[in-house]
């Protein structure tokens, strides 16, 4: 059945001079930016009350409204159990396990965090997305913040939008990092491999920090921060400075073979990109008090550390 949406935001000044398509996906991120082109061109979204087209590029200060009928998709609750690290009437914190899709999509139409978070809290329907305001990949963990209400929710967006919301990684990548570093490249689709992220002039601002923790003889362990949160974003960062994450086949180039003869076994065994989200900052919704979590990292990152250890100290007593 046919659902009426209403929405509004000003675009904010660090936006100036982007096309609008571009603009709209950032400031509403709870949908596809197929959808909002549709709306762009069906008059559906418009600036300033009046029609834009897609490419269109924006000074910043204008109003931005959609008013759309969309058909309503109804999703499952399941009983699928959560690390929840705190809750409250406004959000709740999960750590996300490996494995477990974000959203339902192509390939994983149930079994998903949202059916889970149904379950768990079914007043959250009435919550665009089950009030899942950012994603992890499938395969990464770590935590994830959702909104209980629409007003959190709004808040939680604001402040992705803003960048007042903190998100902190760790990593394992291959090659050794001898210093801390900055990337900061813009991101869009692969022009040939739709499924997968590149780096593009023509793309998203994507801006990553990483700091370097522990350096292995091949190895290096690293903590990351974003200033922006895009698809695949540390995954194609790191690659690009010719540093991708053990375990990623994505964009990893394949398996490289360690000196070590006797990582190849846990190296090979590692079959997720090594990547954990361990820390979330954020003003709460409710109190504006600033808040934070974290959580260690997952048993199997634990064991890839600790054979690097145990190799580079193999290497040293030779």
């Known amino acids: 059945m046919p659902v009426e949406i209403s929405?509004?935001?000003?675009?904010?000044?660090?936006?100036?001079?982007?096309?609008?398509?571009?603009?709209?996906?950032?400031?509403?991120?709870?949908?596809?930016?197929?959808?909002?082109?549709?709306?762009?061109?069906?008059?559906?979204?418009?600036?300033?009350?009046?029609?834009?087209?897609?490419?269109?590029?924006?000074?910043g200060g204008e109003e931005i409204r959609i008013h759309a009928l969309v058909n309503e998709v109804t999703n499952e609750a399941q009983a699928i159990e959560l690390?929840?690290?705190?809750?409250?009437?406004?959000?709740?914190?999960?750590?996300?396990?490996?494995?477990?899709v974000v959203h339902p999509g192509a390939g994983n139409p149930d079994g998903t965090l949202l059916n889970a978070l149904l379950h768990h809290a079914p007043e959250i329907d009435a919550v665009p997305r089950?009030?899942?305001?950012?994603?992890l990949d499938k395969d990464t963990t770590g935590l994830l913040v959702v909104a209980r209400t629409l007003a959190s929710q709004n808040h939680l967006v604001r402040q992705l939008q803003d960048r007042s919301m903190h998100r902190i990684y760790e990593a394992v990548l291959y090659g050794v990092l001898s210093r801390d570093g900055i990337v900061n490249a813009a991101l869009g689709r692969h022009p040939?491999?739709?499924t997968k992220m590149a780096?593009?002039?023509?793309?998203?601002?994507a801006i990553t920090r990483y700091r370097v923790l522990e350096t292995f003889p091949e190895h290096t362990h690293v903590e990351l921060s974003l200033e922006t949160g895009r698809t695949h974003q540390i995954r194609v960062h790191m690659q690009s400075v010719k540093h991708s994450l053990v375990g990623d086949t994505t964009y990893g180039g394949g398996f490289k073979m360690p000196a070590d003869k006797?990582?190849?076994?846990?190296?090979?065994?590692?079959?997720?990109?090594?990547?954990?989200?361990?820390?979330?900052?954020?003003?709460?919704?409710?109190?504006?008090?600033?808040?934070?979590?974290?959580?260690?990292?997952?048993?199997?990152?634990?064991?890839?550390?600790?054979?690097?250890?145990?190799?580079?100290?193999?290497?040293?007593?030779?």
Request: glycine share 6%.
């Open 262 to 318: 006797t990582l190849e076994t846990t190296l090979r065994g590692f079959q997720r990109p090594a990547l954990h989200a361990r820390q979330l900052g954020l003003i709460h919704p409710d109190t504006e008090e600033e808040c934070s979590w974290e959580t260690e990292l997952p048993d199997d990152m634990q064991q890839l550390l600790e054979a690097l250890s145990e190799a580079e100290a193999r290497r040293d007593d030779l």
């Open 83 to 100: 690390d929840i690290v705190y809750e409250d009437e406004s959000l709740i914190v999960i750590n996300k396990p490996a494995g477990l």
């Open 199 to 205: 780096i593009r002039r023509d793309g998203r601002e």
């Open 130 to 135: 089950a009030g899942i305001v950012h994603r």
């Open 7 to 59: 929405h509004r935001a000003v675009v904010p000044t660090h936006m100036a001079l982007q096309r609008l398509d571009h603009i709209v996906a950032g400031l509403f991120p709870d949908y596809s930016r197929s959808r909002l082109q549709a709306w762009i061109k069906e008059g559906e979204l418009t600036v300033d009350g009046a029609v834009a087209r897609p490419n269109q590029k924006l000074r």
């Open 192 to 194: 040939t491999q739709r």
